[in-house]
């Protein structure tokens, strides 16, 4: 059964980096015909795709936040992370990790992580 | 860039038929699906490419999608089925998201 789960700190200060970590187990991101992606949730408000990794090597970022944001991937250990720079009070949000594919929707996510910014 | 578009909020009666639409320009040539989302959970898939239930979805949920706007339809609805509602697609190698609907079960 495939399962994600995000790890990270909970907290970051304004102007620091945020950096968050996806394991994935039940599937490889190696071999998968899928993507593997980072959607975020302000409080009280919609879900935002910030960036995918592909199993080729490819990567998308949502053109807003692209300037800020890197996805990357441990193979080795069927890990992918998310790193945003110079994160603000507008970056907070519930941050989930999940498997997609292009043509059937994203049929896997993780259960999500509040990071807040904060000073 | 491409946008999707949803109403705020739904209401429906209980047992009743809810409609939820998503507005994008030619949305109709695109694959729409739709998920589900409820307080403090994760979202879950509950219509893939436009019509398509995944395994362990009611068939109380369908999806249509022509022209500039696809529908969720939820038959029957019951309390259980109180919660957000969010059309997406994929364009131009981005996922985009509508801005959800809250759907109320009166």
């Known amino acids: 059964q495939l399962q994600l789960q995000e790890s990270g700190p909970r907290l970051v200060k304004p102007l620091e980096t945020l950096s968050l970590a996806c394991t994935v187990s039940g599937d490889s991101i190696s071999s998968s015909n899928h993507y593997w992606g980072w959607i975020r949730q302000p409080p009280g408000q919609g879900l935002d795709w910030i960036a995918s990794f592909y199993s080729s090597g490819k990567t998308d970022y949502n053109p807003s936040l692209k300037s800020r944001v890197t996805i990357s991937a441990d193979r080795s250990e069927d890990q992918f992370s998310l790193k945003m720079s110079s994160v603000t009070a507008a970056d907070t949000a519930v941050y989930f990790c999940?498997?997609?594919?292009?043509?059937?929707?994203?049929?896997?996510w993780g259960q999500g992580t509040l990071v807040t910014v904060s000073s | 860039s491409y946008e999707l578009t949803q109403p705020l909020s739904v209401s429906v009666a209980l047992g009743q038929t809810a409609r939820i639409t998503c507005g994008g320009n030619s949305i109709g040539s695109k694959n729409v699906h739709w998920y589900q989302q409820k307080p403090g959970q994760a979202p879950v898939l509950v219509i893939s490419r436009d019509y398509n239930r995944p395994s362990g979805i009611p068939e109380r949920f369908s999806g249509s999608n022509s022209g500039n706007t696809a529908t969720l339809t939820i038959s029957r609805a019951q309390a259980g089925d109180e919660a957000a509602y969010y059309c997406?697609?994929?364009?131009?190698?981005?996922?985009?998201f509508g801005g959800g609907t809250k759907l109320t079960v009166l």
């Open positions: 999940a498997r997609g594919d292009t043509i059937f929707g994203i049929d896997s």
């Open positions: 997406q697609v994929w364009v131009s190698s981005t996922v985009i």
